[in-house]
């Protein structure tokens, strides 16, 4: 009985000290999202390390149109250790670059844990698009997987005589995390890296579902409908006129937002959701031009119109601007793919764009973890207790966050490294 009350007791203790190391602060998703991680909570990275941009040619045949004249090199990061390290790729979210915020904390991060690290663009950023995307049409998981297979490789060969390396990781968020599935599934078959663990972080069930979700967030929240989104615009402009008055500067970073919030108190879940909304709409603006440029399909810019480097482009934004991803599916996305697999019906495309269509391969991949957060904003419903039913154990979730906004928080942080050290705690 001492024995059994003891064990208890140790097994309390461990689960109070679990539940009071997460202290993250924002208990409504909208406020996670847009809020991120104040410096308070976030994890301990260094300032600076070692970072090299690198450039690569994909397509060596492939003319680049002249409105995109600098976009001629496919280009991603890369730190490196001076002795034998694992090597981990990262893949960035939904429209966001090698270089942008959440890359750079993974980076720094896998960096100070002792990885070389290499940080790839999103296949929905404009300089995937341009100069490594196979299709120019990019959202296909599969297509999408096999480009960034692809510029692995060629990274790879770029790097390999720089650095020693004892094994392969890999990892993304968002829309990245999907993609590393699917490309951890590819590598299954072609070998080339045999990646020994790969973590997916915050990732979409169904991609289809959470760019509705985000579409929604814009469309069902500015008063009125998009047709009244400059004056929505003029009503954030007013705002932050007034957060100029309150803070007497103006600065587009998590802890300026964090102490905005603490002095204004929060804005409405309403206003929050317009603004992810907004954002959402702004990366796949650029996506949707690239990729109707690219594929020539006669989408926004009239089809075999070339455009120039001096060529005005303000009213094809505007359209690009007013483009749910619903259009751009119907509308681009899913003609091209019809007109390379004649026959697929929209709902086949829709259920390829899913985790469930690799479903046996994620429930049988022990060395794929996933870590997420209950109130998630891209995920329908259903689609958390989904991810458990496939991952189980190998499921962390987090009781709040919303979509990735935890993603710098320092116990969050510390599972992401853990995972790949195999240390405790990591659902291995």
Same mark, same amino acid.
């Given at each position: 009985m001492r024995k059994l009350l003891l064990m208890l007791f140790i097994l309390l203790l461990t689960s109070t000290a679990w539940a009071s190391v997460y202290d993250y602060p924002f208990i409504n998703g909208y406020e996670a999202t847009v809020l991120g991680t104040p410096s308070l909570y976030r994890a301990a990275l260094p300032e600076k390390i070692p970072s090299k941009m690198m450039e690569l040619t994909v397509f060596a045949e492939?003319?680049?149109?002249?409105?995109?004249? @600098?976009q001629n090199k496919f280009r991603y990061s890369f730190s490196s250790q001076k002795g034998e390290a694992p090597l981990i790729f990262v893949i960035a979210g939904t429209g966001a670059s090698f270089y942008s915020a959440k890359m750079r904390v993974l980076q720094k991060a896998f960096y100070q844990a002792g990885f070389h690290v290499i940080?790839?663009?999103?296949?929905? @950023?404009?300089?995937? /698009?341009? #100069?490594?995307s196979k299709s120019g049409v990019p959202g296909n998981l599969i297509e999408d997987s096999r480009d960034l297979y692809r510029v692995m490789q060629l $990274?790879?060969?770029?790097?390999?005589? *720089? /650095? *020693?390396?004892?094994?392969?990781y890999l990892t993304g968020y968002s829309l990245g995390a999907a993609?590393? $599935?699917?490309? $951890?599934?590819?590598? &299954?078959d072609r070998r080339r890296f045999n990646f020994r663990k790969v973590l997916m972080i915050n990732p979409p069930v169904s991609l289809y579902n959470s760019v *509705?979700? !985000?579409?929604?967030? !814009? &469309?069902?929240? /500015?008063p009125g409908g998009l047709d009244h989104f @400059? +004056?929505?615009? %003029?009503?954030?402009?007013?705002?932050?006129? +007034? #957060?100029?008055? !309150?803070?007497? @500067?103006? %600065?587009?970073t998590e802890n300026f937002l964090y102490d905005v919030y603490r002095k204004k108190g929060p804005p409405s879940e309403e206003f929050l959701a317009a603004l992810i909304g907004i954002?959402?709409? /702004? =990366? =796949? +603006?650029?996506?949707?031009?690239? $990729?109707?440029?690219?594929?020539?399909?006669?989408?926004?810019?009239? *089809?075999?119109?070339?455009?120039?480097? #001096?060529?005005? !482009? #303000?009213?094809?934004v505007k359209v690009a601007a007013r483009t749910s991803f619903e259009d751009y599916f119907d509308g681009l996305f899913y003609p091209y793919f019809a007109s390379q697999h004649p026959g697929i019906s929209k709902e086949a495309l829709i259920e390829s764009m899913s985790l469930k269509s690799i479903e046996l391969y994620l429930q049988r991949a022990r060395k794929i973890g996933l870590v997420t957060n209950e109130d998630d904003i891209i995920l329908a419903p259903g689609e958390l207790d989904y991810l458990v039913k496939v991952f189980g154990a190998r499921a962390k979730i987090y009781p709040n966050g919303g979509h990735c906004g935890n993603i710098a928080e320092k116990n969050n942080i510390n599972y992401i490294v853990g995972f790949f050290r195999n240390e405790r705690g990591a659902g291995q």
């Open positions: 492939r003319k680049i149109p002249g409105v995109f004249w @600098y940080c790839l663009s999103s296949p929905t @950023y404009f300089n995937f /698009i341009v #100069t490594a $990274a790879w060969e770029q790097v390999k005589d *720089k /650095i *020693k390396v004892s094994e392969f993609q590393a $599935a699917f490309v $951890a599934k590819l590598d &299954e *509705k979700i !985000l579409d929604g967030m !814009l &469309e069902d929240n /500015i @400059y +004056e929505f615009w %003029e009503e954030m402009m007013r705002r932050l006129s +007034e #957060t100029y008055k !309150l803070m007497g @500067y103006i %600065e587009f954002s959402f709409r /702004i =990366s =796949s +603006e650029n996506m949707v031009f690239a $990729a109707d440029v690219m594929s020539n399909a006669g989408f926004i810019v009239p *089809k075999n119109r070339v455009l120039s480097a #001096t060529d005005p !482009l #303000t009213d094809y």
